[in-house]
Structures are given as C-alpha cells and as structure tokens.
C-alpha cells in the first residue's frame, strides 16, 4: 500500500546521498584542508561582521556608547578575536582568489592545484604576519 | 542517448533547483568585488593614528571612505548570506531546522546590512558629531 510522504520535498523521500561524503575522504589530503579551512575561515569572518557592525552602530550612537564599546573591544578576548579574524581573513582572501583562478578554468591540474595549495598557505602567513605587525605592533592602538 | 531534459529546460537551462547558475554566479561577483574592497578596508582601518571617536568620525564623514564603506558593508553582508547559506545546506540535514536557520541567518544579515548602512549613513551626514 502506498503511504503519504511525510514530506512534500521530493529529495527526502529516500535516503538519497546529500553531499559532502566527508567520511569517504582521508582528511590530510591538502585539497580537502584547504576547501574546509576556506568555509570554516568564511564563517568566522561572518561572525566577524557582527563586530564590525557593532562598532559602526557604537560610533554613530554618541561618545558614551562610544566609550562602552571601546571598553569592551579592547578588552584581552577581544585581542583573540582580531587573532582570529586576521588569520580568517587573510587566508580566506587568498584562497578566494584561487577560486576565482580555478573559475575561469586554470590550474584544474592535480599537479597545479597541489603547487598553488602551498602558494595560498605561504601568502596568506605572509600577509597575516604584516597585517599583524600594523595590528598589534605598529604604534599604540586605542583598541 | 535521448537527453530526458524538455527543449523548454534546455533553453531556459535552470536545472533541478529552477534558479540556474544565479547563487553560484552572485557568489562569484561578491567575491570579486570584495578583493579590492576588504583590502582597501584593511588598509585604512590600520592606518587610522588611532580608534578614538573623533578620528573614525573624521575618516567616516569623507564622502568617498561614506560610500566606500556602504558598499563594502552591503556586499560583504550579501557575501557573507550566500556563503553561510550553502554551508548550513550541507550540514543540516533536517529540513524544518533547515529552513529556520536559513530564515534567521537572513533576517540577521539583512539587519547586519540596514544597521551598518545607516550608521555609516549617519555619521556622514554628521548626525553623531
């Protein structure tokens, strides 16, 4: 006898395969790391968008709120925080741009995609220890 | 082999999800857009003498850093949508909580986009000097 679907979306009648395997693959291949680590350092950077959203509303609500927010953004968690968004957004930056490479159709290759993983890992520490010089080291910042 | 695609589909080249390459397509433009923008971001942010108040407001109030910033908050929020989107797709696999998180994560993003836009907004038309 033919029973309702419990759901009207056609994909969940079965249990079809919904992507990604992440178990049907060894988790050192640097394909793998350097895909996971772009969506993980995306997400960070999402969250990061609160924090610069708030400071923006901070600014535009007067000198107290002002003071406030700079109290807690100063604060040594908020350090961490920057830590974070730093490494995300330099990584994410330069691995977005492999992406973009990769769109038009360039360095497909298993050869090439392995050469410009390590390119992507070497700019992006390169670019994380200058920004993080000007961050944390050049001139006392107020936050 | 005979395609089982309709002339109709072929043409109109949509596919199973009936919206095509257009998420694929915008993810492409925000990223490409957001190169130049997040860097020339970076760039002033740290090379602000300091964060005080009166100093931001002074680099906020110019018209170019104004629009410059407006963009860069509405592209990067728009960005920051399609990407957390296709990851809560694929690893929230029950579909009523599939559908609540889309729904908030795009009410907190549209808000993330108004908030930042109007503070930008005000401070540039000198409402929180």
């Known amino acids: 006898m033919w029973h309702p679907p419990r759901s009207t979306h056609l994909n969940t009648l079965r249990e079809r395969p919904l992507s990604p395997h992440l178990s049907v693959y060894k988790m050192t291949r640097y394909t793998l790391a350097t895909s996971i680590f772009n969506r993980i350092t995306g997400v960070i ?27 807690i953004l100063s604060s040594g968690l908020f350090k961490l925080v920057y830590a974070g ?43 994380i220890l200058i920004l993080g010089y000007f961050l944390f080291f050049a001139g006392a910042r107020a936050s | ?10 043409v109109v080249g949509l596919g199973a999800a009936k919206e095509g390459v257009h998420h694929w397509w915008l993810q492409r ?22 964060l005080d108040r009166v100093t931001v407001i002074a680099w906020m109030a110019q018209s ?25 797709e694929d690893y929230v696999h029950n579909s009523g909580m599939k559908t609540l998180t889309l729904v908030i994560l795009t009410f907190a993003h549209a808000l993330l986009a108004v908030a930042g836009v109007f503070a930008i907004l005000k401070v540039a038309f000198g409402g929180a000097a």
Do not use: N
């Open chain 1, 85 to 127: 968004l730093l490494v995300a957004f330099c990584y994410h930056l330069v691995a977005g741009i492999r992406h973009l490479v990769w769109d038009t159709g360039r360095g497909l290759e298993r050869a090439q995609a392995k050469r410009s993983a390590g390119v992507v890992v070497a700019v992006s520490i390169a670019l």
């Open chain 1, 45 to 71: 950077l999402s969250v990061g968008l609160i924090v610069l959203i708030y400071w923006l509303m901070a600014i535009a609500s007067g000198a107290r709120s002002y003071a406030r927010a700079q109290e």
């Open chain 2, 1 to 10: 082999m005979k395609s089982l695609r309709s002339p109709l589909g072929r």
């Open chain 2, 29 to 50: 433009l925000t990223s490409i857009a957001l190169v130049p923008l997040a860097v020339w971001f970076a760039i002033s942010i740290l090379s602000l003498p300091s």
């Open chain 2, 64 to 88: 170019w850093t104004a629009l410059l910033l407006i963009v860069f908050v509405l592209v990067a929020t728009y960005h920051s949508q399609l990407g957390v989107r296709v990851v809560v």
